[in-house]
């Protein structure tokens, strides 16, 4: 389980977190977006409605998931929004390197999450490597940030444009954005993004979007999980 810390933030990797910004979300929601098929409406939940979730789950009814919304602020490293920008079912604004200038923050793995890939494309493997190849890599990946974020101020002092030195940032530089992303959409990112076969860094990602799911639309969630984390 993630830790949460104030304002209902997840710290992610060394320098990233998800802040959950704003919900409109409810198992309830979902409920009374079936129901008004009956212009039925329900102010409290009880176990009728909880099958009802595990019908419309079941049966992949997903519209009603789809009025349930969350709105996140992350920051992450730029390799990791680049897999996050794919999922097109939601609404993205991220920080600019035009306008602003760039973080001196670049992700460094923890020398447990260096790894090595075994087995073909498609059904890798990653396995861990020694101390030393991990603390090798590691001073390899301070190298080049250091060196880029130098080149990066240097062209600036130069009086190059922002838009033009960012060129030298790396993929390991930290970003933000805000994301905002319904339920039946958020639904399938995890199933996605927080599998086995996602890479590690996003799949932490995922597993805070995910606890704040679960914590907004419990029956939902329990749902989505018992059918195979597939999303309606
Ligand atoms: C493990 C993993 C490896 C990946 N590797 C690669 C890779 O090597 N190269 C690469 O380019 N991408 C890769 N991807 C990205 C992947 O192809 C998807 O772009 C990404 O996961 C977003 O999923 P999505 O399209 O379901 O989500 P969304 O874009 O949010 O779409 C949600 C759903 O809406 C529907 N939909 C959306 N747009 C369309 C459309 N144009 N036509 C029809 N239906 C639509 C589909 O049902 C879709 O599932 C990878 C993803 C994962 C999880």
């Known amino acids: 389980m993630p830790e949460v810390i104030a304002e209902a933030t997840i710290p992610v ?12 979300a409810s198992d309830l929601s ?19 409605d909880e099958g009802l979730i595990r019908f419309l789950m079941r ?6 998931f789809e009025h349930s919304v969350f709105r996140f ?3 992450a490293p730029i390799f990791v929004v680049r897999e996050w920008v794919r999922h097109r079912w939601s609404s993205f604004n991220e920080f600019s390197m035009r306008y602003a200038k760039a973080t001196e923050d670049f992700y460094v793995p923890e020398p447990e999450d ?44 130069l009086g190059v444009a ?11 530089a930290y970003t933000e954005f805000y994301w905002t992303v319904n ?16 890479q590690r860094e996003i799949r932490r990602y995922a597993d805070a979007c995910e606890h704040f799911f679960a914590e907004a639309m419990p029956v939902t969630h329990a749902a989505f999980v018992k059918l195979d984390r597939v999303a309606p």
């Open 13 to 24: 990797l060394d320098h990233g977190f998800v802040r959950l910004d704003a919900a409109m």
């Open 30 to 48: 979902v409920v009374n977006a079936a129901r008004v098929s009956f212009a039925r409406h329900k102010e409290a939940m009880d176990e009728s």
């Open 59 to 64: 049966e992949q009814h997903a519209t009603p």
């Open 73 to 75: 602020h992350v920051r």
């Open 114 to 157: 260096v790894r090595t890939q075994v087995g073909k494309p498609g059904s890798y493997s990653f396995e861990p490597v020694e101390p030393d190849v991990a603390e090798a890599a590691r001073d390899e990946l301070r190298a080049v940030y250091d060196a880029a974020f130098a080149a990066y101020e240097h062209l600036m002092e």
């Open 162 to 172: 922002r838009e033009l030195a960012r060129l030298v940032m790396p993929v390991g």
């Open 183 to 198: 339920a039946r959409s958020l639904m399938n990112f995890v199933s996605l993004r927080a599998a086995e076969t996602a």
